[in-house]
């Protein structure tokens, strides 16, 4: 077997994790009462998220570059940070997926980019993101893991 195997067949392709970002969102019954653990709290409801590519992140990096005109007449490139942050979380969370019309229509907007902008509070926006940069290994060396 050639050196190029272990390129070939990597251990996993993708990567998903539930995580928990708020306890403002809860399991419920059929009913839809709180479902509660032994302790009597609500039990939160995680999120689950994915790993994101360098290919998807690439795609998402084009989506979120502005050009703009400088002072001097020129013209340049820059990466508008709050619309790849929105992109990145759209892409990477499968539940609740934020494309979900419901979703959209809950909180009053077209767009499901604005969903977790509306939906989260900052904290919770900044772990939510924090979670999947820590899954897709942004930010993070090889020592690290």
């Known amino acids: 077997m050639s050196n190029l ?3 070939l067949h ?4 993708q990567e998903e994790k539930e995580v928990y970002i708020s306890r403002r ?3 419920r019954d059929e009913a839809g ?4 653990g032994p302790d009597g709290k609500p039990i939160p409801e995680p999120f689950k998220i994915r790993s994101i ?3 998807e ?3 998402l990096l084009k989506q979120s570059t502005r050009t703009v005109k400088k002072r001097d007449g020129s013209m340049e490139q820059t990466v508008d940070n709050q619309d790849f942050n929105r992109r990145l979380i759209v892409a990477a969370t499968v539940m609740p997926d934020f494309r979900a019309k419901e979703l959209c229509d809950a909180y009053g907007v077209l767009d499901p ?3 977790p902008g509306k939906m989260l509070f900052s904290g919770e926006f900044n772990r939510l993101l924090g979670e999947i940069i820590d899954l897709s ?3 993070t060396s090889l020592e690290d893991e």
């Open 5 to 7: 195997s272990a390129f």
């Open 10 to 13: 990597p251990l996993t392709v």
């Open 25 to 27: 969102f809860v399991q």
């Open 33 to 36: 009462n709180p479902v509660l």
């Open 53 to 55: 590519t360098q290919d």
């Open 57 to 59: 992140a690439d795609a």
């Open 113 to 115: 980019l604005l969903v």
């Open 137 to 139: 290994g942004l930010g």
